[in-house]
């Protein structure tokens, strides 16, 4: 039996390798996947997250042996429980070019657990047509209690601004604080705890296609930014747990529930290189100028997960760590941009150096392609002091991070009608305290309500304070 918690949670080191283990001595079948009968009478179960037929260094698949096969449940169903804040689809979302930005999403005062709490704010392209990308933020105040979600829509990266996740998959544990992050790769069955707290609060990316690689390095050689070493993998462990056990599936955004008697983590043994993942942020290793100019953000990507154009991304995963600061006759906070690439950010903790005011930790930023954005007028005039030719920490208690696409973000109607919204907050030289709230368009959006949105006189473009 392996149904208690070990007190230290166990990992295998390294990304996308082939790993091996068991939570019993001699349960990973030896010399084959697949025997006829396999050690303890177990079922043995394949997981593909590629085709069969995807080269070989893109493939990626795991073998599971489980007490109990997976396709041993009730029929699916649509859940019974509201999910409208939820979508992979996009194309009745809002288009704006304008700066919006996110107070911290409110934690809920009753009972709410992660699948639950996942509200859509952005995304591109189809679920369906596995193209595209999503963003999501959680709150949550209760743990997943009997049941577990299976995301058949992609690759789900989860960085926690608030409370500890204990997250349990069929390969394992996973304990990801702030700080760090999980990958849950398409398909997986996972359920999210709150092992410390009562109050829960985070961001998910969401890829449709392909999965997350670590990006090239190029010229900078063989190690800095993340290190594979570092990325961590559960070993096995199960729980022989009769019960009435609630299984969710992800489609297109929309969610399906079947019940079962058992609980789906009965997995002892597996072995393959399709697997979850966690990784500790502070092991990143940045780089940066250390003669003169600001070196471009993608000098910091954690994760990347490729498109078809070589050097662009479906989306990029980009943090912005504790640093040394020291180029001379430089403009050293993030420099004024328009971008190709959109653009959403969040703060885990601290002060992001660009927004000294109105970004806050549990908050959120988005600029869309080609939206002018930069430094507050408050960042800038610090910024072209004399003092600031000095060498310079950046403040260590500050964790900052960008989810970069591609696509041509859509924002839901939820993500608009949030009460947390600051309409066009991100603007330079335009006092936070004057920035408007967005329309209430919370439920059902008709094209009407849209439509009015998008026209309306505050929806303007914000007049930029000049500076001498």
Same mark, same amino acid.
């Given at each position: 039996?392996?149904?208690?918690?070990?007190?230290?949670?166990?990992?295998?080191?390294?990304?996308?390798?082939?790993?091996?283990?068991?939570?019993?001595?001699?349960?990973? &079948?030896?010399?084959?996947?697949?025997?006829?009968?396999?050690?303890?009478?177990?079922?043995?179960?394949?997981?593909?997250?590629?085709?069969?037929?995807?080269?070989?260094?893109?493939?990626?698949?795991?073998?599971?042996?489980?007490?109990?096969?997976?396709?041993?449940?009730?029929?699916?169903?649509?859940?019974?429980?509201?999910?409208?804040?939820?979508?992979?689809?996009?194309?009745?979302?809002?288009?704006? &070019?304008?700066?919006?930005?996110?107070?911290?999403?409110?934690?809920?005062?009753?009972?709410?657990?992660? %699948?639950?709490?996942?509200?859509?704010?952005?995304?591109?392209?189809?679920?369906?047509?596995?193209?595209?990308?999503?963003?999501?933020?959680?709150? !949550?105040?209760?743990?997943?209690?009997?049941?577990?979600?299976?995301? !058949?829509?992609?690759?789900?990266?989860?960085?926690?601004?608030?409370?500890?996740?204990?997250?349990?998959?069929?390969?394992?544990?996973?304990?990801?604080?702030?700080?760090?992050?999980?990958?849950?790769?398409?398909?997986?069955?996972?359920?999210?705890?709150?092992?410390?707290?009562?109050?829960?609060?985070?961001?998910?990316?969401?890829?449709?296609?392909?999965?997350?690689?670590?990006?090239?390095?190029?010229?900078?050689?063989?190690?800095?930014?993340?290190?594979?070493?570092?990325?961590?993998?559960?070993? !096995?462990?199960?729980?022989?747990?009769?019960?009435?056990?609630?299984?969710?599936?992800?489609?297109?955004?929309?969610?399906?529930?079947?019940?079962?008697?058992?609980?789906?983590?009965?997995?002892?043994?597996?072995?393959?290189?399709?697997?979850?993942?966690?990784?500790?942020?502070?092991?990143?290793?940045?780089?940066?100028? %250390?003669?003169?100019?600001?070196?471009?953000?993608?000098?910091?990507?954690?994760?990347?997960?490729?498109?078809?154009?070589?050097?662009?991304? %479906?989306?990029?995963?980009?943090?912005?760590?504790?640093?040394?600061? %020291?180029?001379?006759?430089?403009?050293?906070?993030?420099?004024?941009?328009?971008?190709?690439?959109?653009?959403?950010?969040?703060?885990?903790?601290?002060?992001?150096?660009?927004?000294?005011?109105?970004?806050?930790?549990?908050?959120?930023?988005?600029?869309?392609?080609?939206? &002018?954005?930069?430094?507050?007028?408050?960042?800038?005039?610090?910024?072209?002091?004399?003092?600031?030719?000095?060498?310079?920490?950046?403040?260590?208690?500050?964790?900052?991070?960008?989810?970069?696409?591609?696509?041509?973000?859509?924002?839901?109607?939820?993500?608009?009608? +949030?009460?947390?919204?600051?309409?066009?907050?991100?603007?330079?030289?335009?006092?936070? +305290?004057? !920035?408007?709230?967005?329309?209430?368009?919370?439920?059902?959006?008709?094209?009407?309500?849209?439509?009015?949105?998008?026209?309306?006189?505050?929806?303007? +473009?914000?007049?930029?304070?000049?500076?001498?």
């Amino acid at each position: 039996m392996s149904d208690a918690v070990p007190p230290d949670l166990q990992y295998l080191s390294g990304f996308g390798n082939h790993f091996e283990s068991e939570a019993l001595p001699g349960s990973l &079948p030896k010399g084959q996947n697949n025997p006829r009968v396999a050690p303890y009478g177990l079922y043995a179960e394949q997981l593909s997250g590629t085709a069969f037929t995807a080269p070989r260094r893109q493939n990626k698949r795991a073998w599971l042996y489980r007490i109990r096969p997976s396709v041993t449940h009730e029929p699916f169903h649509p859940l019974d429980f509201p999910v409208e804040h939820l979508t992979g689809e996009f194309d009745r979302g809002v288009i704006t &070019p304008n700066q919006l930005r996110w107070r911290p999403f409110a934690i809920p005062s009753d009972s709410v657990d992660f %699948v639950r709490g996942l509200t859509t704010v952005c995304g591109a392209g189809s679920a369906g047509k596995k193209d595209g990308f999503a963003i999501h933020v959680y709150t !949550a105040s209760i743990s997943m209690d009997n049941s577990c979600l299976a995301n !058949a829509d992609g690759d789900m990266l989860i960085v926690p601004q608030q409370g500890t996740l204990r997250v349990t998959t069929e390969f394992g544990l996973l304990d990801v604080a702030p700080g760090e992050i999980c990958v849950i790769q398409r398909g997986m069955r996972f359920s999210v705890g709150l092992p410390d707290t009562h109050a829960a609060r985070g961001y998910v990316l969401e890829v449709f296609s392909g999965h997350f690689e670590l990006p090239d390095l190029g010229p900078i050689g063989s190690n800095g930014l993340a290190d594979a070493r570092h990325f961590q993998t559960p070993v !096995a462990w199960f729980e022989d747990r009769t019960c009435h056990y609630l299984v969710m599936q992800k489609y297109e955004g929309e969610l399906f529930s079947a019940a079962q008697s058992f609980s789906p983590f009965n997995v002892v043994a597996w072995h393959g290189n399709y697997t979850p993942y966690k990784y500790d942020l502070g092991k990143f290793c940045p780089m940066n100028s %250390v003669a003169f100019d600001h070196p471009d953000p993608s000098i910091f990507t954690v994760l990347t997960c490729p498109s078809a154009i070589p050097g662009t991304a %479906v989306a990029d995963f980009v943090i912005f760590p504790p640093r040394w600061t %020291v180029a001379q006759h430089t403009f050293r906070p993030p420099y004024y941009h328009r971008n190709s690439m959109s653009e959403f950010m969040g703060l885990i903790r601290g002060t992001y150096e660009a927004k000294q005011e109105g970004f806050l930790p549990g908050g959120a930023s988005l600029h869309l392609c080609m939206t &002018p954005h930069g430094p507050d007028t408050s960042t800038y005039e610090l910024a072209i002091q004399q003092a600031n030719e000095e060498p310079r920490q950046l403040q260590a208690d500050t964790l900052a991070f960008m989810f970069e696409t591609n696509y041509m973000p859509r924002i839901t109607a939820a993500a608009l009608g +949030s009460p947390h919204g600051m309409k066009g907050a991100a603007r330079t030289g335009v006092a936070l +305290s004057q !920035a408007l709230r967005v329309p209430n368009l919370l439920g059902a959006a008709s094209e009407q309500q849209l439509h009015k949105f998008r026209t309306a006189p505050q929806w303007l +473009s914000p007049v930029v304070k000049p500076h001498a």
